[in-house]
């Protein structure tokens, strides 16, 4: 693994992050909005089309893969056991699985239910803060036991009384799609062990990027319809989609780390690569179209491409020109992303309990938008002072 970046960070990669984090917030709170440009939004499933928004989430699956070699590499310098590492990223994937589960079931959670909704969905978030909450140097001991306990028997408890609604009456949680988190925690899961099991050997990453890739494509060409009958019991997430765009992320977080200190092979990669892909996603449109909803190839392809170029962008601004006093202000979604992703649930739950919405001309057209950038900066600030006062999630 003598590829990857020796600090533990890089400054570059978690600016491309905290923009993506508060690009996502923003995007997430269009639902409260009126009046907004439809090229904002996400593209309907049957457009062939690509909507702002439809980015956001690609570029986070990027800036994964980005993060996956610093990561690895720096645990396992603490701790050169690869059972042990294997084990934090299963753990790690089985967290976000559970989040994102109860998140996709949220949405259908019934008023008849035994809670109201807005109370399940505070309950649940405080849950996730109790189990998953960076206790630091109180982890393992009897303090931070103990509100863990107490966060798992509350989330069981949650579970245990959840009703949702469908055509046959009150039923139980289940499996429908995963979640941004679920997606996300499949991606990392398939793309991290790869890494690790490959002990970060350039030519293994290329080639788990060309399968998922490659799987994608077949998926849409017809050519997997002999095995569909898999489907129901074992397949790879939005057949190979998302971790192709996660590989693609380990692949250019190597590439850094190799071409430094000149950085002159970097520049050659990420221009040929981006506009590879983005050729690719455009040639083959006709085929199978844009769709972020599809995962089809030519969206995954021109977003490679996108995020390909917006890291080289970072590593430009931040760690070349030393351009950074801008992050400090959305710095937090940096480096404690889960919380500020989980953060605005408990918002909107609390405006639902109280029945509360700002007046339409404040949630219209450009106003809403500025409304909805100003709530983002918002959540991310509320996420710095609880940092500061060592509350934040770490899985």
């Not at 995963?178 to 080639?207: A, C, D, E, N, R």
Request: glycine letters at 8%; a positive charge; one cysteine or more.
């Amino acid at each position: 693994m003598t590829q990857t970046p020796k600090t533990a960070r890089l400054l570059s990669i978690d600016a491309f992050r905290a923009v993506t984090l508060l690009l996502m917030i923003f995007v997430n709170d269009f639902g409260t909005l009126k009046g907004i440009p439809e090229w904002l939004g996400h593209a309907r499933a049957e457009d062939d089309a690509m909507g702002f928004s439809d980015v956001i989430f690609p570029a986070f699956l990027f800036i994964v893969g980005l993060s996956i070699p610093l990561a690895i590499q720096n645990r396992l310098r603490r701790n050169p056991s690869i059972r042990d590492t294997g084990m934090h990223i299963l753990m790690r994937t089985l967290a976000l699985l559970i989040i994102g589960f109860c998140h996709v079931n949220l949405g259908s959670y019934s008023s008849e239910a035994l809670l109201p909704k807005p109370v399940w969905q505070i309950l649940t978030t405080l849950s996730f803060f109790l189990i998953w909450l960076d206790y630091g140097r109180d982890k393992g001991g009897r303090k931070a036991m103990i509100l863990q306990i107490a966060g798992m028997v509350l989330l069981g408890i949650l579970l245990v009384i959840y009703r949702g609604h469908s055509p046959d009456g009150l039923i139980w949680m289940k499996p429908r799609w995963w979640g941004i988190l679920g997606l996300i925690g499949w991606s990392y899961l398939l793309s991290s062990m790869v890494f690790l099991l490959t002990k970060g050997k350039p030519i293994p990453q290329i080639l788990a990027f060309a399968f998922f890739f490659l799987f994608c494509v077949a998926q849409h060409a017809g050519w997997l319809e002999p095995i569909q009958g898999l489907r129901q019991y074992v397949w790879i997430v939005e057949s190979g989609s998302l971790p192709a765009l996660v590989m693609a992320g380990v692949i250019s977080s190597m590439m850094y780390a190799r071409s430094q200190p000149s950085f002159s092979s970097f520049w050659i990669f990420a221009l040929s690569v981006a506009v590879l892909m983005i050729a690719f996603g455009l040639a083959t449109r006709p085929a199978w179209g844009i769709s972020k909803i599809l995962a089809t190839p030519s969206w995954t392809a021109i977003c490679i491409g996108i995020s390909l170029l917006s890291f080289a962008f970072f590593i430009y601004l931040t760690d070349l020109m030393q351009i950074t006093s801008w992050y400090r202000w959305i710095s937090p979604a940096g480096v404690s992303t889960l919380t500020c992703f989980l953060l605005p649930y408990i918002h909107w739950a609390l405006l639902d309990m109280v029945d509360y919405r700002l007046p339409l001309e404040l949630r219209t057209g450009g106003v809403g938008l500025v409304k909805s950038f100003l709530f983002s900066l918002l959540i991310i600030q509320i996420v710095g002072f609880l940092q500061k006062r060592s509350i934040r999630l770490k899985l």
